[in-house]
């Protein structure tokens, strides 16, 4: 196997390590982009057929490349942003070698030794960019079902079609859930969905996309030193909403189409299945959020106004307040004809192959805006890796800014130290 070297290594060709690509070569850095499988490639691969973003178009800005089509206020196609990301990738050249895995990073004298499927690299630098879905989380409760019941993550989900004849069990209530719950049962099917703390959300609110809103307001650009609880805020559920301008996928709307709302899945035996009460409290719960926000929203308003001189247009259009009735305690899976299980439970982390003493207790990467404490080891696209943006398409230019800022000093830096003691 051949060893070559290279200033810095990116780990993983989604958007965090194309933005950062993108602001290396602006900076004349040297570096490789290793990507297991082809650029975007979660985009790909990981999600489903129908998948819209539920971003619009417009916040799909990343360094140096931006939505230039004819609907703004869209909300693209997974496979629309798969053209979007190939073109920033093809624009700028950027460095990729497609169809190379990392098995290994560790430290070595020079800096840091990465052996990949392919080669081995030693790199001054090493970026691990590597997205937020490195392993599909499944509850210990999914051991105790039976081995009849077909059961599948929601990274694996792509149509009602692959799902076997039969009712569903959708565990977990964030975007993917609540969206593949809305999905099958508009085919026909009975779907059971179990929901656990989630957000209420209106997709319009005075006239303006709520993500509008949401970056207007500047919650989107909060830091997360600012949280009370980093751990938790890491771990905020997605928004209950689709890509689609006036499709309701909120639990009240997905009720009234047929869905049968439960709590939490607590139990599993065989065929049957046990769940929280908790429906009710975590439903009102979420409508208190979203009341909140909307509130700081309307604030927001009225400030401006007050400054401009203004008065309030456009309609508060928002959901109406909702809270679930308790839902089933108990369910017989095969009397009620449901014959598979999606976990839409999220995502953990997994980093098998990093072999460097920069993980926490948790296994996730220690790091501060993406700096580790291992010297020229860096992290992109974290959740609320420095801002609650920070893993989303809009939100990885600024860090991907910041990272390329502090590797190049660094570079420069031991450069100066070098010549000195020559
Ligand atoms: C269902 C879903 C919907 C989403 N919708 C939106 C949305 O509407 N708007 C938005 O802004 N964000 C959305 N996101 C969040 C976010 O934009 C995506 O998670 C995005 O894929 C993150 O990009 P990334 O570059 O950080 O990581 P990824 O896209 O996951 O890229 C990481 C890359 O690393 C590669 N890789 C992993 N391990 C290795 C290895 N050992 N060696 C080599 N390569 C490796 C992978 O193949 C992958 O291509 C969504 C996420 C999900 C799951």
Known sequence: MTMSRVETLVVGAG????????????????HVVVERGRVAERWRSARWDSLRLITPNWMSRLPGWSYPGPDPDGYMPASELVSYLQGYADSGAAPVREGTTVELIET????????????????RNVIVATGTENRAFVPPVAGGLAPGVHQLTASCYRSPRQVPDGGVLV??????????????????????????????????YRGHDIQWWLHRTGVLDQRIDQM?????????????????????????ALAARGVVLAGRLAAADGWSVNFADDLPATTSAAQARMDRLLRSIDAFIANAL?????????????????????????????RAGITTVIWATGYRSAY???????????????????????????????????????????????????????LTRRTASRACLTARGR
């Not at 400054?307 to 089933?328: C, K, R, V």
């Open 108 to 123: 070595c004298t020079t800096g840091l030794r990465v052996v990949t499927d392919q080669q081995t690299w030693l790199a």
């Open 171 to 204: 565990v977990g209530a964030s975007a993917s859930g609540v969206q593949i719950a809305d999905e099958l049962r508009r085919t026909g099917r009975t779907v059971v969905i179990s929901v656990g703390r989630h957000s209420r959300l209106p997709r319009h």
């Open 352 to 406: 098998p192959w990093l072999r460097v003493p920069v993980l926490d207790r948790h296994g996730e990467i220690d790091h501060r805006r993406g700096v580790t404490s291992v010297p020229g080891l860096y992290a992109l696209g974290l959740r609320f890796l420095h801002r609650r943006n920070s893993s989303f398409v809009d939100g990885v230019g600024p860090d991907a800014r910041f990272v390329a800022a502090h």
């Open 306 to 334: 007050i400054a401009n001189g203004g008065t309030a247009t456009g309609s508060t259009d928002t959901l109406p307040a909702f809270t679930a009735p308790p839902g089933p305690a108990r369910l017989d899976l095969r």
């Open 228 to 252: 009370r609880d980093a751990r938790s805020a890491r771990r905020a559920p997605s928004l209950q909403l689709a890509g689609l301008c006036r499709h309701r996928v909120d639990l009240e």
């Open 15 to 30: 958007q965090a390590g194309l933005a950062v690509s993108h602001c290396l070569a602006e900076r004349g850095g040297d």
